[in-house]
């Protein structure tokens, strides 16, 4: 795509990253690892709509560019002005999360960019969560990835406070300080099977999590 056809997807881009900023002075905490351009899976906690938009916010610029969010394609594609901005603004990897027979599954659309050398955002809860828990059950797609992409980093993370910028309900924002920590890379072992696997990356994510967002 030429410099031109991308330039309003660029300036859109820098909009909501400048909104997002504003509305919840998102901070990105290294803690195990480093901002690298290192092929990664970035994989987290998901209660938001706002979520990637505050990894993505997050990434530094260079890494941001080889770095899609893999969305639901029923919610992206569902209208024009959805359609700008999953494709436009943020490159996302838009899926059809109920193949039918034959056609590509989710982790095989996955792996395919992965094997282009792009890196991914995906959320192993499968779905937002809306419950009392801190995290849902891990699907088991990132397992499959880590199998099949071995070298790429799976890196963790928690998103803090974004549940309670836009409470459950609500449509107006509340403005409030949220931050994303990132933990230290992990990949999936030689003989480890995906439920050992799984609850090990679940418990990589709720390290991750501030003490004081335990307490609250």
Same mark, same amino acid.
């Given at each position: 795509?030429?410099?031109?056809?991308?330039?309003?997807?660029?300036?859109?881009?820098?909009?909501?990253?400048?909104?997002?900023?504003?509305?919840?002075?998102?901070?990105?905490?290294?803690?195990?690892?480093?901002?690298?351009?290192?092929?990664?899976?970035?994989?987290?906690?998901?209660?938001?709509?706002?979520?990637?938009?505050?990894?993505?916010?997050?990434?530094?610029?260079?890494i941001r560019d080889?770095?899609?969010?893999?969305?639901?394609?029923?919610?992206?594609l569902a209208s024009?002005?959805?359609?700008?901005?999953?494709?436009?603004?943020?490159?996302?990897?838009?899926?059809? /999360?109920?193949?039918? +027979?034959?056609?590509?599954?989710?982790?095989?659309? $996955?792996?395919? !960019?992965?094997?282009? *050398? &792009?890196? @991914?955002?995906?959320?192993?809860?499968?779905?937002?969560?809306?419950?009392?828990?801190?995290?849902?059950?891990?699907?088991?797609?990132?397992?499959?990835?880590?199998?099949r992409s071995p070298?790429?980093?799976?890196?963790?993370?928690?998103?803090?406070?974004? /549940?309670?910028?836009? +409470?459950?309900?609500?449509?107006?924002?509340?403005? $409030?300080?949220? !931050?994303?920590?990132? *933990? &230290?890379? @992990?990949?999936?072992?030689?003989?480890?099977?995906?439920?050992?696997?799984?609850?090990?990356?679940?418990?990589?994510?709720?390290?991750?999590?501030?003490?004081?967002?335990?307490?609250?």
């Open positions: 795509m030429t410099t031109l056809k991308r330039l309003p997807g660029v300036v859109v881009g820098e909009l909501i990253m400048f909104f997002a900023r504003a509305l919840t002075g998102v901070r990105p905490i290294w803690r195990g690892t480093l901002p690298r351009q290192t092929q990664r899976i970035y994989f987290g906690n998901h209660g938001s709509h706002g979520d990637f938009v505050l990894i993505w916010t997050t990434l530094p610029g260079p080889i770095t899609r969010p893999v969305a639901g394609q029923d919610y992206w024009a002005l959805r359609r700008f901005i999953g494709r436009s603004v943020f490159n996302a990897l838009l899926i059809d /999360r109920q193949p039918k +027979p034959g056609e590509p599954t989710p982790v095989d659309l $996955m792996a395919e !960019s992965l094997s282009h *050398g &792009e890196s @991914l955002i995906i959320f192993p809860e499968g779905t937002r969560n809306t419950t009392d828990a801190p995290l849902l059950p891990f699907k088991s797609g990132l397992f499959h990835l880590g199998r070298g790429v980093e799976l890196v963790p993370l928690w998103i803090d406070n974004i /549940r309670r910028v836009i +409470p459950k309900g609500q449509w107006l924002p509340v403005p $409030m300080v949220c !931050s994303v920590t990132y *933990g &230290e890379p @992990l990949s999936v072992g030689a003989d480890e099977d995906k439920d050992t696997f799984l609850r090990r990356a679940e418990a990589a994510v709720l390290a991750l999590r501030p003490a004081e967002s335990i307490d609250a």
